[in-house]
């Protein structure tokens, strides 16, 4: 009995692990899929979790800001003076399966985000606000080159 009680608490988390894991494998940009690590695709679950981000409806402009805080954590995207670490942020996307001029573009924006927002992020800040400029900024950004036509 109870390993079906645990069983059903369980249920709502993974239902919500495999609707985000289905989002991020149907994910494209400019109609070339993003092909989302499994490691990677496991810090985006887990810090959808935390925040109590079950769904692509969820991520709403107030939990972006703590979901980028969560990822940029996790992944150990953090330089010696506890800032956005730009080298291994970009290389990031360096490492994925996109065309080329694709990822450069990327690169572009996002390393233009961080040069602009990167120095006034707090890894300390426990409301996020601090994330908030580079997160629109990121967010922005890949919604302006990714969009479909």
Same mark, same amino acid.
């Given at each position: 009995m109870?390993?079906?009680? $645990?069983?059903?608490?369980f249920?709502p988390?993974?239902?919500?692990?495999?609707?985000?894991?289905k989002?991020?494998?149907d994910?494209k940009?400019k109609?070339?899929d993003?092909?989302?690590s499994?490691k990677?695709?496991?810090?985006?679950?887990?810090c959808?979790m935390q925040?109590?981000?079950?769904?692509?409806? @969820?991520?709403t402009p !107030?939990k972006?800001?703590c979901?980028?805080k969560c990822? $940029? !954590?996790?992944?150990?995207l953090?330089?010696?003076?506890?800032?956005p670490?730009?080298?291994?942020?970009?290389?990031?996307q360096?490492d994925?399966?996109l065309?080329?001029e694709?990822k450069?573009? $990327?690169?572009?924006?996002?390393?233009d985000?961080? @040069?602009?927002?990167?120095?006034?992020i707090?890894?300390? @800040?426990k409301?996020c606000?601090?994330? !908030?400029p580079l997160t629109?900024c990121?967010?922005?950004?890949?919604?302006?080159?990714?969009k !479909?036509?």
């Amino acid at each position: 009995m109870w390993k079906k009680l $645990i069983l059903l608490a369980f249920i709502p988390i993974i239902s919500c692990s495999e609707e985000l894991r289905k989002a991020m494998d149907d994910a494209k940009c400019k109609g070339h899929d993003l092909n989302v690590s499994e490691k990677r695709k496991a810090v985006i679950v887990d810090c959808s979790m935390q925040l109590g981000i079950k769904s692509k409806s @969820d991520f709403t402009p !107030e939990k972006l800001p703590c979901f980028s805080k969560c990822l $940029i !954590e996790k992944q150990g995207l953090v330089d010696e003076n506890g800032k956005p670490h730009k080298e291994k942020i970009l290389q990031i996307q360096s490492d994925s399966k996109l065309p080329e001029e694709l990822k450069a573009e $990327i690169r572009k924006l996002m390393g233009d985000c961080l @040069d602009e927002h990167g120095s006034k992020i707090q890894m300390d @800040d426990k409301t996020c606000k601090s994330f !908030e400029p580079l997160t629109m900024c990121v967010h922005k950004s890949y919604m302006t080159l990714c969009k !479909e036509k």
